[in-house]
Structures are given as structure tokens and as C-alpha cells.
């Protein structure tokens, strides 16, 4: 069966210091790859996501960039934080064949101080 | 563009009772429509989905029929129990297109 892990769990960190967000997949090949951030009290809203090695698209411009250096491996980072990155960040995958449903990851909670 | 309205939270339950949280959509042709159960600090779990039109999803006691003709997709389930306390997200997905469109998710709290 397909797992999906994510870590650290939970992070805090000092504004400006760098970012380095992993996210990976087991049991499956060829995965889309998503990351969604869920501010405090709000919805879910998709940040990147990637069809393939090496291949990512942003949703929303902003300071943070995403990678896939491996084909079951999404790496979320950023140079600086700001304050408003504060949130919880949900990896999710979906199998490569046009099946919709996308399986989300434990995530991570990223407070900026 | 597409979008995804949820009734505002909190919906506050004794257990047994009756639930209705309601999700309306907007969208152009016929997307796929999730349920999504997220547990205090724990990630999305998906609850039941629908792909097309009359299409009933139905898992652990939920379900919720895809209806075209009011562009709804309404959670119920008929007696919920305490552990079902959690945030419930409705999302649409287009057909072609890699995002997953969520409304704002609705908190339920089911005392005993």
C-alpha cells in the first residue's frame, strides 16, 4: 500500500532564517506531487505542484519554491521566512493516470517568530 | 472560476444526532467532488468522493449525492458519535486540471 510522510512534524523558526520542508511517497511510481498551506482558521490553499522529476508549477507567487529531485521525493524551501508563512503545510500525492483523488500527508506546522 | 461554499462552523451536536454540514460548488462541466475529514493535528483523510452526477459517495456511516441540478454535494449521516469531533472539507477537481479546489472547512463538535 502507498504511504506518504512528511517532516519535521513541527518547526519553528526565526524570521529570516531558511526553510527546507520534505516530503516523501512510498508503494507507488510516477506520483503528482502537491504542497497546500492551511492558514490558521482558513481553507487549503494549493502552493505547487509537479507531474514529474524535476517538473514544478506555482499556484501563488510568493517567497517560497518548491523541487523534486526524486521521482517520489517534493521538497518545500524558502531563502527567508516571513511571519506570514505561520501555517500548516500538507504534502499530498494523486497517481499519475488521471485518478482524482489526492491522499494528503500527516504535515508539518510551521510557526515563524 | 471555480469555487467551493461550506455552511460557517461551529456545528454543534449531542451524539446520535442528525448531521447536515451543506457544500455547494461552482463550476463549469462535470467535476469530481471529495469530502475531506481532517482530526485535530493530523493531516486530510479523504471521507468519500462522487465523479459524477447522482452519484451517491458513502463511507463510515457518511454520504453525500452529487446533485447537478442545485450544483450541491451535502454531508449527512444519521447518528454521529463523539469521535467524528473533527474539521470537514468539501473540494471540487476539475477534470484536466492538477488542483483541488477546497471551501473553508466546518467544525464539528459532537458532545456526549
Known amino acids: 500500500s502507498q504511504t506518504i510522510h512528511q517532516w519535521p512534524a513541527t518547526l519553528v523558526q526565526p524570521v529570516g532564517s531558511p526553510l527546507s520542508l520534505e516530503c516523501t511517497v512510498e508503494?507507488?511510481?510516477?506520483?503528482?506531487l502537491y504542497w497546500y498551506r492551511q492558514a490558521a482558521g482558513r481553507g487549503l490553499q494549493l502552493l505547487f505542484y509537479s507531474v514529474g522529476i524535476g517538473q514544478i508549477s506555482s499556484e501563488v507567487p510568493q517567497n517560497l519554491s518548491a523541487s523534486r529531485p526524486q521521482d517520489r521525493q517534493f521538497i518545500l524551501s524558502s531563502k527567508k521566512l516571513l511571519l506570514s508563512d505561520s501555517g500548516f503545510y500538507l504534502c499530498?500525492?494523486?497517481?499519475?493516470?488521471?485518478?482524482?483523488?489526492?491522499?494528503f500527508g500527516p504535515g508539518t506546522r510551521l510557526l515563524v517568530l | 472560476g471555480n469555487s467551493v461554499t461550506q455552511m460557517e462552523g461551529p456545528v454543534t451536536l449531542s451524539e446520535e444526532a442528525f448531521l447536515t454540514i451543506n457544500c455547494t460548488y461552482t463550476a463549469t462541466g462535470y467535476p469530481s467532488l471529495f469530502w475531506y475529514v481532517q482530526y485535530p493535528g493530523e493531516g486530510l483523510q479523504l471521507l468519500l468522493k462522487a465523479t459524477k452526477a447522482d452519484d451517491k459517495g458513502s463511507n463510515k456511516g457518511f454520504e453525500a449525492t452529487y446533485r447537478k441540478e442545485t450544483t450541491s454535494f451535502h454531508l449527512e449521516k444519521g447518528s454521529v458519535q463523539v469521535s467524528d469531533s473533527a474539521v470537514y472539507f468539501c473540494a471540487l477537481k476539475q477534470t484536466g486540471f492538477q488542483k483541488l479546489v477546497f471551501g473553508t472547512g466546518t467544525r464539528l463538535l459532537v458532545s456526549p
Open positions: 499530498a500525492w494523486s497517481p499519475g493516470t488521471g485518478v482524482e483523488t489526492q491522499y
Open positions: 508503494g507507488t511510481s510516477n506520483p503528482n
